[in-house]
């Protein structure tokens, strides 16, 4: 079997604890490239919070793409042209901002210039958001928001309050939305169509790769949808249990360049 493209979650997978990439996972990309396979960063996170791993993985180059926002957006990493781009509409954001207060947790939403909340006590995962991705935050009322492109909505919170949360979510949205945990502090919220699955099958056809050629490394349930599409799901040691049942293969821990291990035992081998 010829893989010729593999999709890869960032946290818990590409990187380690310490949110670095080793040497090893460095040299497997690299090396993966070299041969010709497709390597496509596929994460919750926004275009501006990848760029300094595409640009250290040398996957800013002509024919290198990304996935970003769960696979609301699709997009050429050196032109920065989009392929897909699947957003909320501003009726959905005061839907979901109400729903946030009713809920009692915090909520921002996101676009691909800054994190906008309605908290003036902003709260502290907004905090640890905007850091993580080197992104601004902005305090802005509903009314403000009528104009904005957003791309996704993120129910941030402790975990305790936001398990809470989520279990009195009311049907109509679980309907409505595509709901996933991607933390245990996390829970974000995508349109409908938008998902790390759709948007592999949707570049892999642009690309004319065959399904049967892919691969994608994850680890949390935001990548549940991209590891049930691909022929050869792919679950980090330090993985969720559940997404285990699903996996073709387990790799290492992120910690032990789980995804180099991949590439080597599994590709290029």
Do not use: C
Request: glycine letters at 6%; aromatic letters at 8%; charged letters at 25%.
């Amino acid at each position: 079997m010829t893989i010729k493209l593999i999709a890869i979650d960032i946290d818990g997978t590409l990187i380690n604890n310490q949110k670095e990439i080793t040497d090893d996972v460095y040299d497997a990309i690299q090396d993966a490239k070299q041969a010709g396979v497709k390597i496509v960063i596929t994460t919750g996170r926004p275009f501006a919070g990848v760029t300094h791993l595409l640009e250290k993985l040398n996957l800013k180059e002509n024919g290198d793409y990304v996935i970003t926002f769960n696979g609301g957006l699709v997009q050429e990493t050196l032109t920065e042209n989009e392929l897909i781009k699947e957003g909320l509409s501003y009726n959905d954001y005061l839907d979901l901002e109400w729903l946030s207060r009713k809920l009692g947790v915090h909520m921002h939403a996101i676009t691909k210039d800054g994190i906008y909340t309605t908290n003036k006590n902003i709260g502290k995962y907004t905090v640890h958001e905007a850091t993580l991705l080197s992104m601004p935050i902005f305090y802005r009322t509903p009314e403000e928001m009528a104009n904005k492109d957003i791309i996704k909505i993120m129910f941030i919170d402790e975990p305790d309050i936001l398990d809470q949360a989520i279990a009195n979510i009311p049907e109509r949205f679980q309907k409505k939305y595509g709901l996933v945990k991607s933390q245990p502090f996390y829970l974000e919220v995508v349109n409908k169509k938008v998902s790390k699955g759709n948007a592999i099958i949707h570049l892999a056809e642009t690309l004319g790769i065959d399904m049967s050629e892919t691969m994608a490394i994850g680890d949390e349930e935001n990548d549940r949808a991209m590891l049930e599409v691909v022929a050869s799901p792919v679950v980090m040691a330090n993985g969720n249990p559940n997404l285990k049942k699903i996996a073709k293969y387990i790799t290492k821990s992120n910690e032990e360049s789980g995804v180099a291990y991949a590439i080597r035992q599994w590709v290029l081998k």
